[in-house]
């Protein structure tokens, strides 16, 4: 992998979406050095996730998810969600509670958000480190610039559940089995849809849905910030 692929495939994309979420929460910004550690704690969950894949097989689960495809490809859809969305938005997950823990600074509705989303980048930067050198041209342009936001995407629904409940002292328990159970379903239909020329526009158009939801629920945040410093 060359200099360039590495720049401009995974460090730029990385530090593009973290400049924007750090925007944001501009009105009361998490320390950049917490920030980087997050996203050096969503690359490294990715190693341990890929190594998990690749036990699979150990437990029965086929290497090859191609081979699911089959009676009209609900096996292959189970898998998307279950393995695939499971595992990744499970171990995604694993670092955010480092951060409920010994992150002081996670004080706010929008944190859960913030941190969620910067540990996916990390996630899907340490994602593209496999796919990219398979790549070329516009593809890899795109792939680079687009798995890190559905990464941030689908944590973040997640890390909203999971933030708002330990902002409001609720339970914890159930906001994680809540949001990691959407996560995982959003995100393995996407996998899913994504793979099929046929519905790759409806895979489009979920993700849509969810980031618009993300990008209103952020400004309503930011707003509620602003009124509480006023």
């Known amino acids: 992998m060359t200099i360039w692929l590495i720049l401009s495939g995974i460090v730029a994309p990385a530090i593009f979406w973290i400049g924007y979420f750090y925007y944001k929460d501009r009105l009361q910004p998490e320390p950049l050095v917490k920030v980087g550690l997050s996203y050096l704690m969503g690359f490294g969950a990715a190693f341990f996730c890929f190594q998990t894949f690749q036990l699979l097989p150990c437990i029965g689960i086929p290497s090859d998810p191609s081979a699911l495809m089959v009676n009209g490809g609900r096996p292959f859809l189970y898998y998307c969600i279950c393995v695939v969305g499971g595992l990744e ?58 798995t890190p936001l559905t990464h941030s ?32 379903v959003s995100h393995g239909l996407f996998d899913f849809l994504n793979l099929s020329a046929a519905y790759r526009i409806v895979s489009a158009i979920l993700i849509l849905f969810i980031w618009i939801w993300q990008i209103r629920l952020l400004e309503k945040m930011h707003h509620k910030q602003a009124k509480q410093r006023i």
């Open 89 to 146: 938005e499970l171990f995604k997950f694993l670092p955010f509670l480092v951060v409920l823990t010994f992150f002081k600074d996670f004080d706010e509705e929008i944190d859960g958000i913030i941190y969620a989303s910067v540990i996916a980048l990390g996630f899907a930067s340490f994602e593209n480190l496999d796919y990219l050198v398979l790549l070329a041209g516009f593809e890899l342009f795109g792939r680079a610039v687009a």
């Open 153 to 184: 995407i689908f944590a973040s629904i997640w890390g909203y559940k999971v933030g708002l409940a330990f902002y409001k002292k609720t339970s914890l328990v159930k906001a994680a089995a809540v949001g990691l159970s959407l996560s995982a």
